[in-house]
């Protein structure tokens, strides 16, 4: 048995690596991009499971026809591996209700996710949880160690699987290991509050690359360790691994900023299952039932507290309230994926929210016209797109989020340049997107003078509006998920070489 740098034990650790799987490139991740479902009858389907990761990862995963490792999105269950239709392998890791509640709603979501957000909640510290994330990252590790051919590259994704790369060095030195962190990385004094921040951080330098979304992110994350004794050379760059750290034990790794993006050509159809002609109604339709107003503005977030959902809507209701817009002209959209639902944090979000759309409409709206139009449940990709059709402006205002693939997805539709997007200073995506009427979430006059100069550009100056969305769909359709992924991909081979 041996120690990693992390502390967590490795049985069966060597250096010539473990016994061998085979495949030649393993994602690994929390959830497989699929949630085990049980139907009334007990049988077993399959339902695409949602969110950013899944949505960026699964086209990258079918084009290399890869092995994907990750939890099936149900307590206590271990099916057996399958192949999807399109030729991935899933490789399903049990999780017990214990490591659920310990490891992914525990330190994963009540611990890292608050951290690593700048602290929107406060981060609670707690030490069986901490015990629960190394003994879950030790499993994942171990059954990647199983399926990865030798030499394969091995590409882990995201903060509930930092100590991954330090475990499965040790089993496996022969695999090519990178990270890619989809949340923002922190600045370290905030960074530092952690208090396993020397085992985290140095599970991830064993990592050949480590990849961010922005280049503040690789800043925050460099000035950290620069406070331990690393060696550190080089410059920050974009899709490149312009910096090279090397630990004590003479271990290099590069590390960059590889800014995420979207399945541009997932987007360019109207529908995936029916003809422009069929969607342009089924569009109208959807109008005509809203009361054809004529102003929709939408929101499409996960129900979660770094989104700013409310802080939007009190935007929404501030203008209904001074007249600045007209409620039997204009409608709010605002679709929320149930999310982490059992957190007190998540459960107070959802409350305040529903409130905030009950009193609006309370409010404003007329019998058989709300005013607000909230759906709190995913729905399929094809209707997803239909909502990003029919809005006038997009409404995408978080506190903080790493990227925000929403805002891309919503500008994809746009080939024809219609529309408005409302994009939050501290959204990942306002690097590129600098087109966006950006405002500060937490500021609601910023907030709803941005709504307003949105519906106010649409109606008194649509060239200069249409210039300014034709720039953010080039950006858009030229740096796609495609990029990203390749990016990374040809990096890390650097970086290991
Ligand atoms: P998320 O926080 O999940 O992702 P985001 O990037 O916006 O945030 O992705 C959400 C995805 O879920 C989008 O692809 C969207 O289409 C889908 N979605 C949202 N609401 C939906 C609904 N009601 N029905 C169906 N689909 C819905 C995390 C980070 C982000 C980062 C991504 C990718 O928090 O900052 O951009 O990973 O790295």
Request: with cysteine.
């Given at each position: 048995?041996?120690?990693?740098?992390?502390?967590?034990?490795?049985?069966?650790?060597?250096?010539?690596?473990?016994?061998?799987?085979?495949?030649?490139?393993?994602?690994?991740?929390?959830?497989?991009?699929?949630?085990?479902?049980?139907?009334?009858?007990?049988?077993?389907?399959?339902?695409?499971?949602?969110?950013?990761?899944?949505?960026?990862?699964?086209?990258?995963?079918?084009?290399?026809?890869?092995?994907?490792?990750?939890?099936?999105?149900?307590?206590?269950?271990?099916?057996?591996?399958?192949?999807?239709?399109?030729?991935?392998?899933?490789?399903?890791?049990?999780?017990?209700?214990?490591?659920?509640?310990?490891?992914?709603?525990?330190?994963?979501?009540?611990?890292?996710?608050?951290?690593?957000?700048?602290?929107?909640?406060?981060?609670?510290?707690?030490?069986?949880?901490?015990?629960?994330?190394?003994?879950?990252?030790?499993?994942?590790?171990?059954?990647?160690?199983?399926?990865?051919?030798?030499?394969?590259?091995?590409?882990?994704?995201?903060?509930?699987?930092?100590?991954?790369?330090?475990?499965?060095?040790?089993?496996?030195?022969?695999?090519?290991?990178?990270?890619?962190?989809?949340?923002?990385?922190?600045?370290?004094?905030?960074?530092?509050?952690?208090?396993?921040?020397?085992?985290?951080?140095r599970g991830l330098m064993d990592a050949d690359l480590i990849g961010f979304h922005l280049v503040s992110n690789v800043r925050n994350f460099v000035e950290l360790c620069r406070s331990y004794?690393?060696?550190?050379?080089?410059?920050?760059?974009?899709?490149?691994?312009?910096?090279?750290?090397?630990?004590?034990?003479?271990?290099?790794?590069?590390?960059?900023?590889?800014?995420?993006?979207?399945?541009?050509?997932?987007?360019?159809?109207?529908?995936?299952?029916?003809?422009?002609?069929?969607?342009?109604?089924?569009?109208?339709?959807?109008?005509?039932?809203?009361?054809?107003?004529?102003?929709?503005?939408?929101?499409?977030?996960?129900?979660?507290?770094?989104?700013?959902?409310?802080?939007?809507?009190?935007?929404?209701?501030?203008?209904?309230?001074?007249?600045?817009?007209?409620?039997?002209?204009?409608?709010?959209?605002?679709?929320?994926?149930?999310?982490?639902?059992?957190?007190?944090?998540?459960?107070i979000t959802r409350s305040n929210v529903e409130e905030a759309v009950g009193r609006i409409n309370g409010r404003f709206a007329q019998i058989g016209r709300p005013v607000v139009h909230y759906?709190?449940?995913?729905?399929?990709?094809?209707?997803?797109?239909?909502?990003?059709?029919?809005?006038?402006?997009?409404?995408?205002?978080?506190?903080?989020?790493?990227?925000?693939?929403?805002?891309?997805?919503?500008?994809?539709?746009?080939?024809?340049?219609?529309?408005?997007?409302?994009?939050?200073?501290?959204?990942?995506?306002?690097?590129?997107?600098?087109?966006?009427?950006?405002?500060?979430?937490?500021?609601?006059?910023?907030?709803?003078?941005?709504?307003?100069?949105?519906?106010?550009?649409?109606?008194?100056?649509?060239?200069?509006?249409?210039?300014?969305?034709?720039?953010?769909?080039?950006?858009?359709?030229?740096?796609?998920?495609?990029?990203?992924?390749?990016?990374?991909?040809?990096?890390?081979?650097?970086?290991?070489?």
């Amino acid at each position: 048995m041996s120690e990693t740098a992390t502390g967590v034990s490795v049985k069966g650790a060597n250096q010539t690596g473990g016994a061998a799987g085979n495949n030649s490139f393993v994602v690994v991740a929390n959830r497989l991009p699929v949630d085990m479902i049980t139907e009334a009858d007990g049988a077993k389907t399959w339902q695409a499971s949602p969110g950013g990761l899944v949505s960026a990862l699964s086209p990258v995963l079918e084009k290399h026809q890869g092995c994907w490792v990750g939890w099936p999105g149900v307590a206590d269950e271990s099916p057996e591996p399958f192949r999807t239709e399109r030729g991935v392998l899933l490789h399903p890791v049990e999780l017990t209700q214990y490591d659920y509640e310990e490891f992914y709603e525990g330190f994963s979501n009540a611990t890292l996710w608050p951290l690593y957000h700048n602290l929107i909640v406060t981060p609670e510290f707690n030490r069986s949880w901490w015990d629960a994330y190394r003994d879950v990252n030790l499993r994942f590790a171990t059954e990647v160690a199983s399926v990865a051919a030798h030499g394969a590259t091995v590409w882990v994704q995201d903060y509930q699987l930092q100590l991954v790369p330090g475990i499965l060095r040790q089993l496996r030195p022969d695999l090519t290991i990178g990270f890619f962190l989809h949340i923002p990385f922190p600045p370290p004094e905030i960074y530092r509050q952690l208090p396993w921040r020397d085992e985290m951080l140095r599970g991830l330098m064993d990592a050949d690359l480590i990849g961010f979304h922005l280049v503040s992110n690789v800043r925050n994350f460099v000035e950290l360790c620069r406070s331990y004794d690393f060696e550190i050379s080089g410059d920050i760059t974009i899709r490149e691994a312009g910096i090279t750290i090397t630990t004590p034990s003479g271990h290099k790794l590069g590390v960059g900023a590889f800014p995420i993006s979207i399945d541009t050509s997932a987007m360019a159809t109207p529908t995936a299952s029916g003809s422009h002609e069929e969607a342009d109604e089924a569009l109208e339709q959807m109008h005509l039932d809203m009361g054809s107003p004529s102003t929709v503005f939408l929101g499409v977030d996960r129900l979660d507290y770094t989104k700013g959902i409310l802080q939007r809507l009190l935007a929404f209701e501030e203008l209904l309230d001074s007249g600045a817009l007209d409620p039997a002209d204009v409608a709010l959209v605002q679709l929320a994926t149930p999310s982490r639902e059992r957190i007190d944090s998540y459960r107070i979000t959802r409350s305040n929210v529903e409130e905030a759309v009950g009193r609006i409409n309370g409010r404003f709206a007329q019998i058989g016209r709300p005013v607000v139009h909230y759906q709190h449940r995913s729905v399929s990709k094809d209707v997803l797109m239909r909502y990003y059709r029919l809005a006038d402006i997009m409404l995408v205002t978080p506190f903080r989020d790493g990227m925000n693939l929403v805002a891309k997805e919503f500008v994809a539709t746009r080939a024809d340049s219609s529309g408005a997007l409302v994009l939050s200073e501290f959204a990942g995506a306002a690097d590129e997107l600098t087109q966006a009427h950006l405002c500060n979430p937490f500021d609601i006059e910023d907030t709803k003078k941005a709504m307003l100069q949105a519906a106010w550009g649409l109606k008194d100056n649509p060239e200069m509006m249409k210039e300014r969305m034709a720039s953010m769909y080039n950006q858009v359709m030229e740096h796609d998920v495609d990029l990203w992924a390749s990016a990374f991909l040809s990096a890390l081979d650097k970086a290991r070489a």
